[in-house]
């Protein structure tokens, strides 16, 4: 596979043929923050707080690292004072939602975001989509996904695989970081402890009240 050379940061960093920036960084020893990135995952692009500058052919844009391929000579900055701004904006965005988060508390002292610049949302999920995604793509389970589109979009436990499967597993609760998802799974086994037989998907307390 042919090597990739590209500058991160001032820095000469060498990369395989099809892995992202963001790989490229982490390698680098480059750290660029991301909630709903994991490993083992495909790339997701969610959450859009591993923003950063690449330049390429004299143009620059604000590119998403984690599902941005590297190209040789291109050049990436991933910390200047517009992707500052727009990881602080982010992160209070994501706050509204969670704002115990300790995930998203560090990067509010990070980024110096104000945590009640937004209203409160009355979803403590931020759509990461780290548990849908493990459970699909390895434990190839499909017991938890996302139901709706847009602002009612949220996630849901499939109540008869996640009663045959999620107990004995848990191995997604601790990817979520906001516990939105320990929340969603507590409501599911609470309404199919009454309704056994229940086909519906109980989903995450996106109507519940905030204080």
Same mark, same amino acid.
């Given at each position: 596979?042919?090597?990739?050379?590209?500058?991160?940061?001032? =820095?000469?960093? !060498?990369?395989?043929?099809?892995?992202?920036? +963001?790989?490229?960084?982490?390698?680098?020893?480059?750290?660029?923050?991301?909630? @709903?990135?994991?490993?083992?995952? *495909?790339?997701?692009?969610?959450?859009? +707080?591993?923003?950063? *500058?690449?330049?390429?052919?004299?143009? !620059?844009? +604000? %590119? $998403?690292?984690?599902?941005?391929?590297?190209?040789?000579?291109?050049?990436?900055?991933?910390? !200047?004072?517009?992707?500052?701004?727009? &990881?602080?904006?982010?992160?209070?965005?994501?706050?509204?939602? %969670?704002?115990?988060?300790?995930?998203?508390?560090?990067?509010?002292?990070?980024?110096?975001?104000?945590?009640?610049?937004?209203? &409160?949302?009355?979803?403590? @999920?931020?759509?990461?989509?780290?548990?849908?995604?493990?459970?699909? *793509?390895?434990?190839?389970?499909?017991?938890?996904?996302?139901?709706?589109?847009?602002?009612?979009? /949220?996630? #849901?436990?499939?109540? *008869?695989?996640?009663?045959?499967? @999620?107990? /004995?597993?848990?191995?997604?609760?601790?990817? @979520?970081?906001?516990?939105?998802?320990?929340?969603?799974?507590?409501?599911?086994?609470?309404?199919?402890?009454? #309704?056994? #037989? $229940?086909?519906?998907?109980?989903?995450?307390?996106?109507? =519940? %009240?905030? $204080?």
């Amino acid at each position: 596979m042919t090597d990739i050379t590209l500058t991160i940061d001032g =820095q000469t960093v !060498t990369a395989s043929e099809g892995a992202t920036v +963001l790989d490229a960084a982490r390698a680098a020893g480059i750290a660029i923050p991301t909630v @709903c990135h994991h490993e083992k995952l *495909e790339p997701f692009g969610g959450c859009r +707080l591993c923003v950063v *500058e690449a330049e390429a052919g004299g143009r !620059t844009s +604000l %590119a $998403a690292s984690c599902i941005f391929p590297v190209q040789q000579g291109l050049n990436v900055r991933t910390r !200047t004072p517009q992707i500052e701004q727009v &990881r602080k904006v982010l992160t209070e965005q994501l706050l509204a939602h %969670a704002p115990e988060s300790e995930v998203l508390l560090k990067l509010a002292e990070d980024y110096h975001a104000n945590k009640d610049r937004f209203p &409160r949302e009355p979803s403590f @999920c931020i759509l990461c989509g780290l548990c849908v995604r493990y459970c699909a *793509e390895v434990k190839q389970l499909n017991a938890v996904s996302f139901v709706d589109r847009g602002p009612t979009r /949220e996630i #849901s436990f499939d109540p *008869e695989i996640a009663n045959r499967e @999620c107990w /004995e597993c848990k191995e997604c609760f601790p990817l @979520c970081p906001t516990s939105a998802l320990q929340a969603a799974y507590v409501l599911m086994k609470s309404l199919t402890a009454f #309704s056994p #037989s $229940a086909h519906c998907a109980a989903a995450t307390p996106a109507k =519940q %009240a905030t $204080a």
